[in-house]
């Protein structure tokens, strides 16, 4: 008869299967954790989007809706927008889902203000200029947003 040692009948790991399965636990958790990170960026700059969107039809809708009672700028000359709606003074504040006057919103982080001309070409037409800023989109400094609206 074959005599059996006490060593034969061991079952366990031994450090080199352990670390194996710790480094591929690693890498799994690692990827998952950068893809839940790129998950957040994507969906942060989404949300931005469309913020931005919103807010630029609210303020169209707005405008649209009684531009008769605006007060309306005669100055023709496109180049001096940045005369009129200097990026680091527009009057509004606004971020995601809210808009206050300047000074009155500590946490927002974007700003916007628009000018409203007579369209020259066609009478009763009025061309809207929205210029927006938000710290987001660094390095740009601001977007400008351009519509025509009508007088009822």
Known sequence: MIKESKYTNNHGQTIIEALVALGLISVIGLT???????LYKTSQSSLMAGSTDR???????NIKAG?????????????????????????????IGRVAERGNCDTCQGSYGYIIQPYELYRGLYLVTLRMTHKSWAPEKFRDYTFVVSAK
Not at 76 to 85: C, G, M
Request: no cysteine; charged share 25%; glycine share 4%.
């Open 67 to 95: 531009v008769q009672d605006y007060q309306v700028n005669f100055n023709y000359d496109q180049t001096k927008i940045d005369d009129f709606l200097p990026p680091d003074k527009l009057p509004m504040l606004w971020d």
């Open 32 to 38: 998952f954790a950068g893809g839940m990170a790129n």
């Open 55 to 61: 807010q630029v039809s609210d303020i169209a809708e």
